[in-house]
């Protein structure tokens, strides 16, 4: 026989084969109604009988008996007599529907929603426009003033209401902007107060060509909340106003990486163009906005975007007007994950400007946002340096940032914080704890680019701190907003990370190395030297010292900034221990950025083959506080293997 299905989103129903099954009265049906909202659990007789009279009869228990064999007889038909109900069963103190997951509309609605978010965002709207199909009217229509259905109807109603804007929002992420409009303009008609969906259809309108539809939608909306709440916009639609109004290429519709890349730059530079020329300060702000979506094009996009900056940099210097100044240095808030920096000399320009600046503001809470922006940029700006000065502004507008309750100002105050938290070994969890922030602050506020910062920090945390699993499912949400979002740098940091993961996990030498030299290969053009230079040279040094192979140091490879914990390496490989010794000695403290740990680990192995006892015990005092972590594992890129077999086999060298 065909099994029995349910219907709740609209006037309950039961049907086999698409034939509808005689349910006899309105009580019968809130019987049913109310089993199948218990979700296949047991409701108490006595329950059922609160739920279907304010004032029950004196034959209420009786009359929910009979409504039960009643519908029994509906759902079960052929069933024998006095044989147990298969569906509708009698257990304890009541009753339950045993229904199939499936066999419920609700319930098949939800699972089409949960899974549309696992499907690529290609498939993921018509998944959910299938899954709105099945909705016949309100839930559960012929109970709406029931109060034990309040709470199920509320919640089921919001969920379609959040289907309808989560379809719209894949359909403007994907470039697919013009089929969302009218279903949003349908769904405001009945829904007004849907901030969210004011936004998106003024996100699609735009995309779409119509600036000036996108900017009347949102003046409705503000009219509207103003009119009947008496509240202004949410941040969200706020923000959006303002960055349509600046005209944001961060809100142009998806293309080509390459396509984005050159509308920018040709953006960026008319802008600055037109800016340095007319001495318009607005067109100076502008300029950085662009500049900045320009930024995350990577390549030659990244290159031109830090060039561009330091000249609208020096031209709001040049106004004397220490708040454009501010404005300017400050709306150059892009994410960034690496500790090292790409430029010294421009960053070291900024670092200054910015520092000019902040003692050009006026000392008073006006300027707080202004001064957090600045303090932000020099913890930023001072990565890989060992100074106090980075870290004190890092903290410092971080305060600030808490202090202003601004979700925007605090992210990046947070990525201040993560560059200036790489000053000794061991801080894998606070750098943790920060990506945590960024990602649970950046979903709540839709800020997609430090969303990515906030997953791609956890995912080099966890890797230090041996959780590949966590890594995993970090690097995998990097990917998909990378995809959705066209972040294309993004996934450079996920190839070294499965290289990397490769090393940890013990897979076969070649493997490994060719996984890292595959990962090398996306640093090819991508704008980001300061990441690239030396890096492949060193993650296989690190893959031979963790396997107890020789270290066959190539003095010819472009070693970049390792060079010094390189040469020592191909001395002692020629014979020439002295001058390896003296190499060794001369060794600075590694830098404070994510490849400390790796550094001492370079150090150490230099020392245990020198047997230098001066080295192995810096090197030991350096790399203690790690001592549960995988050495470099916490760039996200590259190992030298377990803290721990380093200071093992340090202890025994020092004869301790």
């Given at each position: 026989?065909?099994?029995?299905?349910?219907?709740?989103?609209?006037p309950?129903?039961?049907?086999?084969?698409?034939?509808?099954?005689?349910?006899?009265?309105?009580?019968?049906r809130?019987?049913?109604?109310?089993?199948?909202?218990a979700?296949?659990?047991?409701?108490?007789?006595?329950?059922l009988?609160?739920d279907?009279?304010?004032?029950?009869?004196?034959?209420?228990?009786?009359?929910?008996?009979?409504?039960?064999?009643?519908?029994?007889?509906?759902?079960e038909?052929?069933?024998?007599?006095?044989?147990?109900?298969?569906?509708?069963?009698?257990?304890?103190p009541?009753?339950?529907l045993?229904?199939?997951?499936?066999?419920?509309?609700a319930?098949?609605?939800?699972?089409a929603?949960?899974?549309?978010d696992r499907?690529?965002?290609?498939?993921a709207?018509?998944?959910?426009?299938?899954a709105?199909?099945?909705?016949?009217?309100?839930?559960?229509?012929?109970?709406?003033?029931a109060?034990?259905?309040?709470?199920?109807?509320?919640?089921?109603?919001?969920?379609?209401?959040r289907?309808v804007?989560?379809?719209?929002?894949?359909?403007?992420?994907?470039?697919r902007?013009?089929?969302?409009?009218?279903?949003?303009?349908?769904?405001l008609?009945?829904?007004?107060?849907r901030?969210?969906?004011w936004?998106?259809?003024?996100?699609?309108?735009?995309?779409?060509?119509?600036?000036?539809?996108?900017?009347?939608?949102?003046?409705?909306?503000?009219?509207?909340?103003?009119?009947?709440?008496?509240?202004d916009?949410?941040?969200?639609?706020?923000?959006?106003?303002?960055?349509?109004?600046a005209?944001?290429?961060?809100?142009?519709?998806?293309?080509?990486?390459?396509?984005?890349?050159?509308?920018?730059w040709?953006?960026?530079?008319?802008?600055?163009?037109?800016?340095?020329?007319?001495?318009a300060?607005?067109?100076?702000?502008?300029?950085?906005?662009?500049?900045?979506g320009?930024?995350?094009?990577?390549?030659?996009?990244?290159?031109?975007?830090?060039?561009?900056?330091?000249?609208?940099?020096?031209?709001?210097?040049?106004?004397?007007?220490?708040?454009?100044?501010a404005?300017?240095?400050?709306?150059?808030?892009?994410p960034?994950?690496?500790?090292?920096g790409?430029d010294?000399?421009?960053?070291?320009?900024?670092?200054a400007?910015?520092?000019r600046?902040?003692?050009?503001?006026?000392?008073?809470?006006t300027?707080?946002?202004?001064?957090?922006?600045?303090?932000?940029?020099?913890?930023?700006?001072?990565?890989?340096?060992?100074?106090?000065?980075?870290?004190?502004?890092?903290?410092?507008?971080?305060?600030?940032?808490?202090?202003?309750d601004?979700?925007?100002?605090?992210?990046?105050?947070?990525n201040g914080?993560?560059?200036?938290?790489?000053?000794?070994?061991?801080?894998?969890?606070?750098?943790d704890?920060?990506?945590?922030?960024?990602?649970?602050l950046?979903?709540?506020?839709?800020?997609?680019?430090?969303?990515?910062?906030?997953?791609?920090?956890?995912?080099?945390?966890r890797?230090?701190?041996?959780?590949?699993?966590t890594?995993?499912?970090?690097?995998?949400?990097?990917?998909?907003?990378?995809?959705?979002?066209?972040?294309?740098?993004?996934?450079v940091?996920?190839?070294?990370?499965?290289?990397?993961?490769?090393?940890?996990?013990?897979?076969?030498?070649?493997?490994?190395?060719?996984?890292?030299?595959t990962?090398?290969?996306?640093?090819?053009?991508?704008?980001?030297p300061?990441?690239?230079?030396?890096?492949?040279?060193?993650?296989?040094?690190?893959?031979?010292?963790?396997?107890?192979?020789p270290?066959?140091?190539?003095?010819?490879?472009?070693?970049?900034?390792?060079?010094?914990?390189?040469e020592?390496?191909?001395?002692?490989?020629?014979g020439?221990?002295?001058?390896?010794?003296?190499?060794?000695?001369?060794?600075?403290?590694?830098?404070?950025?994510?490849?400390?740990?790796?550094?001492?680990c370079?150090?150490?192995a230099?020392?245990?083959?020198?047997?230098?006892?001066?080295?192995?015990?810096r090197?030991?005092?350096?790399?203690?506080?790690?001592?549960?972590?995988?050495?470099?594992?916490?760039?996200?890129?590259?190992t030298?293997?377990?803290?721990g077999?380093?200071?093992?086999a340090?202890?025994?060298?020092?004869?301790?």
């Amino acid at each position: 026989m065909e099994a029995v299905t349910f219907g709740v989103l609209g006037p309950v129903t039961a049907e086999r084969a698409g034939a509808g099954l005689a349910l006899k009265g309105p009580r019968h049906r809130a019987v049913l109604a109310r089993l199948v909202l218990a979700r296949r659990r047991v409701v108490p007789l006595d329950r059922l009988v609160h739920d279907l009279w304010d004032e029950p009869p004196p034959r209420a228990v009786g009359a929910v008996r009979t409504f039960v064999g009643d519908l029994r007889r509906a759902l079960e038909p052929d069933r024998p007599p006095r044989t147990p109900a298969r569906l509708l069963v009698t257990e304890g103190p009541g009753y339950a529907l045993r229904a199939a997951p499936d066999a419920v509309d609700a319930w098949r609605f939800e699972a089409a929603v949960a899974e549309a978010d696992r499907l690529p965002a290609d498939r993921a709207p018509d998944r959910i426009r299938a899954a709105l199909g099945q909705w016949r009217g309100p839930a559960y229509a012929d109970f709406a003033g029931a109060e034990w259905a309040r709470g199920e109807r509320s919640r089921l109603t919001e969920l379609r209401l959040r289907a309808v804007e989560r379809r719209a929002e894949l359909l403007v992420d994907a470039g697919r902007a013009a089929e969302a409009v009218p279903d949003l303009d349908a769904h405001l008609t009945e829904h007004p107060w849907r901030e969210e969906a004011w936004r998106l259809l003024a996100l699609a309108l735009y995309r779409t060509g119509r600036q000036a539809d996108a900017l009347a939608v949102l003046r409705r909306a503000r009219d509207l909340l103003a009119a009947h709440l008496g509240v202004d916009p949410g941040p969200r639609l706020r923000r959006l106003e303002a960055r349509v109004l600046a005209q944001d290429p961060d809100l142009d519709p998806p293309g080509e990486p390459a396509e984005a890349a050159a509308r920018l730059w040709a953006r960026a530079t008319e802008a600055y163009d037109r800016a340095v020329a007319a001495g318009a300060h607005a067109r100076l702000e502008s300029t950085v906005g662009l500049l900045r979506g320009l930024a995350v094009t990577g390549g030659g996009g990244l290159q031109a975007a830090r060039e561009q900056r330091v000249a609208a940099v020096a031209a709001a210097e040049e106004t004397g007007d220490a708040e454009l100044t501010a404005r300017v240095i400050g709306a150059y808030d892009v994410p960034a994950n690496w500790t090292r920096g790409d430029d010294t000399e421009l960053a070291r320009r900024i670092v200054a400007a910015a520092e000019r600046t902040l003692a050009a503001l006026p000392d008073d809470t006006t300027a707080d946002a202004a001064r957090c922006r600045l303090l932000a940029t020099v913890a930023l700006e001072s990565r890989g340096v060992r100074s106090p000065r980075g870290p004190r502004a890092a903290h410092e507008a971080e305060r600030i940032a808490r202090r202003l309750d601004d979700p925007a100002l605090l992210a990046f105050a947070l990525n201040g914080a993560f560059m200036q938290s790489c000053t000794t070994a061991g801080l894998a969890p606070r750098r943790d704890a920060i990506g945590a922030e960024l990602v649970a602050l950046s979903s709540r506020h839709g800020l997609v680019n430090h969303l990515v910062l906030g997953h791609l920090i956890r995912l080099q945390a966890r890797s230090a701190l041996a959780d590949l699993t966590t890594a995993d499912e970090h690097a995998a949400a990097v990917d998909r907003l990378a995809a959705r979002h066209e972040r294309p740098l993004a996934g450079v940091f996920t190839e070294w990370y499965r290289a990397l993961r490769h090393a940890v996990t013990g897979s076969p030498y070649d493997r490994t190395e060719a996984a890292y030299r595959t990962a090398a290969a996306r640093l090819e053009g991508a704008g980001m030297p300061g990441l690239e230079q030396g890096l492949l040279p060193l993650a296989l040094l690190g893959l031979r010292l963790s396997r107890g192979r020789p270290a066959d140091v190539d003095p010819r490879a472009d070693w970049g900034p390792y060079r010094p914990w390189a040469e020592p390496f191909a001395l002692l490989a020629d014979g020439r221990e002295a001058e390896a010794r003296t190499a060794l000695r001369s060794l600075a403290e590694p830098p404070p950025d994510l490849l400390y740990e790796a550094l001492c680990c370079a150090e150490a192995a230099l020392a245990l083959e020198l047997g230098d006892r001066a080295a192995l015990e810096r090197t030991y005092d350096r790399l203690l506080p790690a001592a549960g972590e995988i050495a470099g594992a916490g760039s996200g890129l590259l190992t030298f293997g377990p803290v721990g077999t380093w200071l093992a086999a340090i202890r025994r060298a020092l004869g301790a």
